[in-house]
């Protein structure tokens, strides 16, 4: 009898560490959603420098996440940097398999450890009833969502935010949990707790002719000059806000929490004004002040990173020592001040566009 040849077939997997086989099972779950639906969407983004070919198979979630993502679309030929492939497990029928109580073991924030490594990551938002898997190797994400229904705007607002910030933590960047405004040539990023003004801020901003890039989640770059990049084309306003805002702001009103608050596409209201990249040129810490104008003084880098790291930590699931140390590495390269806001918002736009004009 002749000697099985080497090409009879692939090797067992059956002792393949629990990171490489659960993404396998993942893997398996997709396949079987492209066979049975076929892919419903695919596209390009630009995200910070690098191109995600993005897929949906089925229905169900492209209709919800896809306008969040337009203003990052663009046509490409090449291969992609990262391949993000994303269904409904209720919608197609094939769902991954959810992780069982002992598979979320020592789970932190939303990363499952005992089935994440240098190489992969799982991350369960058991909340959303969502599952996000990376392999850093193939340069590949799997995104599941488990419940029926629509997605909250928590997550239609900044879908595939774990999963991103991943994915750009390999090239040295890192989602960050800020405003960012400024022109073409330079941004500023404005920090600081929940509640702080940074919205309104950046919102008004906007409309008193600066470009916008977020109000809430950007990205920011560990270089020599380090870079800001928008990632959502949502802007997010709380319910006691809306008396600084004209009335003619297309509106879509929303629950997050117990919190009323309101969205509206950037690029559809102020077309032009999302600015995609540019230099960060400071970081400015808003408080909200008594006084009729609004003036800077000159932050420490202590006071900075209080601003800026703790609440990114936070915001953006597992965003760990890699991205802490791409924080204080941007941190250490633009000044920081304090922003006493007076109450000429115009003002204050004009404050933070002499920073960015550097």
């Given at each position: 009898?002749?000697?099985?040849?080497?090409?009879?077939?692939?090797?067992?997997?059956?002792?393949?560490?629990?990171?490489?086989?659960?993404?396998?099972?993942?893997?398996?779950?997709?396949?079987?959603?492209?066979?049975?639906?076929?892919?419903?969407?695919?596209?390009?983004?630009?995200?910070?420098?690098?191109?995600?070919?993005?897929?949906?198979?089925?229905?169900?979630?492209?209709?919800?996440?896809?306008?969040?993502?337009?203003?990052?679309?663009?046509?490409?030929?090449?291969?992609?940097?990262?391949?993000?492939?994303?269904?409904?497990?209720?919608?197609?029928?094939?769902?991954?398999?959810?992780?069982?109580?002992?598979?979320?073991?020592?789970?932190?924030?939303?990363?499952?450890?005992?089935?994440?490594?240098?190489?992969?990551?799982?991350?369960?938002?058991?909340?959303?009833?969502?599952?996000?898997?990376?392999?850093?190797?193939?340069?590949?994400?799997?995104?599941?969502?488990?419940?029926?229904?629509?997605?909250?705007?928590?997550?239609?607002?900044?879908?595939?935010?774990?999963?991103?910030?991943?994915?750009?933590?390999?090239?040295?960047?890192?989602?960050?949990?800020?405003?960012?405004?400024?022109?073409?040539?330079?941004?500023?990023?404005?920090?600081?707790?929940?509640?702080?003004?940074?919205?309104?801020?950046?919102?008004?901003?906007?409309?008193?002719?600066?470009?916008?890039?977020?109000?809430?989640?950007?990205?920011?770059?560990?270089?020599?000059?380090?870079?800001?990049?928008?990632?959502?084309?949502?802007?997010?306003?709380?319910?006691?806000?809306?008396?600084?805002?004209?009335?003619?702001?297309?509106?879509?009103?929303?629950?997050?929490?117990?919190?009323?608050?309101?969205?509206?596409?950037?690029?559809?209201?102020?077309p032009g004004h999302l600015l995609p990249e540019a230099p960060c040129k400071a970081l400015v810490i808003p408080r909200i002040s008594r006084?009729?104008?609004?003036?800077?003084?000159?932050?420490?880098?202590?006071?900075?990173?209080?601003?800026?790291?703790?609440?990114?930590?936070?915001?953006?699931?597992?965003?760990?020592?890699?991205?802490?140390?791409?924080?204080?590495?941007?941190?250490?390269?633009?000044?920081?001040?304090?922003?006493?806001?007076?109450?000429?918002?115009?003002?204050?736009?004009?404050?933070?566009?002499?920073?960015?004009?550097?």
């Open positions: 009898m002749k000697p099985a040849s080497r090409s009879a077939g692939p090797f067992s997997t059956i002792l393949d560490p629990l990171p490489a086989a659960y993404f396998r099972e993942a893997c398996g779950s997709w396949d079987a959603a492209e066979a049975a639906h076929g892919i419903s969407v695919e596209t390009h983004l630009a995200v910070a420098g690098l191109v995600f070919r993005l897929r949906f198979a089925g229905p169900g979630a492209s209709e919800q996440l896809r306008p969040t993502l337009a203003h990052l679309e663009m046509d490409h030929r090449g291969a992609a940097d990262w391949t993000l492939d994303c269904w409904s497990g209720p919608a197609t029928g094939c769902p991954i398999p959810r992780p069982t109580p002992l598979m979320r073991s020592g789970i932190h924030q939303e990363c499952l450890p005992l089935f994440s490594d240098g190489r992969f990551s799982v991350f369960h938002q058991q909340w959303l009833g969502a599952l996000g898997l990376i392999d850093r190797q193939e340069r590949r994400i799997l995104a599941c969502y488990l419940e029926d229904g629509p997605l909250p705007m928590y997550e239609e607002a900044a879908p595939f935010r774990a999963l991103f910030n991943a994915a750009l933590n390999t090239a040295d960047r890192q989602i960050v949990h800020a405003a960012s405004v400024g022109v073409p040539g330079g941004t500023v990023l404005i920090a600081g707790a929940p509640r702080s003004g940074k919205s309104t801020l950046a919102v008004q901003s906007l409309i008193h002719g600066l470009h916008y890039q977020s109000d809430d989640l950007c990205v920011l770059s560990a270089e020599e000059a380090p870079r800001t990049w928008s990632l959502y084309g949502v802007a997010k306003l709380r319910d006691d806000s809306l008396g600084f805002f004209p009335s003619s702001l297309p509106l879509r009103a929303f629950t997050e929490g117990t919190e009323r608050k309101h969205s509206f596409q950037v690029d559809g209201a102020f006084q009729e104008a609004s003036r800077l003084r000159p932050a420490s880098g202590l006071e900075a990173m209080k601003a800026l790291v703790p609440w990114s930590v936070s915001e953006v699931p597992a965003a760990g020592q890699s991205g802490v140390r791409i924080m204080m590495h941007a941190l250490a390269r633009i000044p920081a001040y304090h922003l006493d806001l007076g109450h000429d918002a115009a003002q204050a736009a004009g404050l933070l566009e002499g920073l960015a004009r550097g």
